[in-house]
């Protein structure tokens, strides 16, 4: 069993940053993706990446590749979403994940965070 507890969030002006943190606890953490998905307010859920134990951050959509960045540290379990360049339609609630293969799929992401609203907005 796998807990995730995020952090950060709130409200930033278009072209503003903003991290997004996930810390993770339980057995075997170096076997799990762990990573980040969001939903937008009246749309469909959508992947934004995920981290293995080694290597980068993979999956990125169109819609945020070049402005968002995955980071896992191994040392204290947590996952991290660096959002750069923010638009208002990154509006979302955004979801710490984890799973224990890389996949698109949101379906395959058995472990979930609560929640975050992050908010662009002038």
């Known amino acids: 069993q796998l807990q995730l507890a995020q952090s950060g969030g709130g409200l930033v002006q278009p072209g503003g940053s903003l991290r997004l943190s996930c810390a993770a606890s339980?057995?075997?953490?170096?076997?799990?993706?762990l990573g980040w998905i969001r939903q937008p307010p009246g749309k469909e859920r959508e992947f934004l990446g995920v981290q293995g134990w080694s290597g980068p951050g993979i999956g990125y959509p169109d819609s945020v590749l070049g402005r968002f960045t995955i980071s896992r540290d191994k040392d204290t379990e947590t996952v991290y979403l660096q959002m750069n360049s923010l638009k208002p339609e990154d509006t979302a609630v955004y979801y710490c994940?984890?799973?224990?293969?890389?996949?698109?799929?949101?379906?395959?992401?058995?472990?979930w965070g609560q929640g975050t609203q992050v908010t662009v907005s002038s």
């Open positions: 339980g057995r075997a953490l170096n076997t799990y993706w």
């Open positions: 994940v984890a799973g224990l293969m890389f996949s698109r799929s949101i379906d395959d992401y058995e472990f």
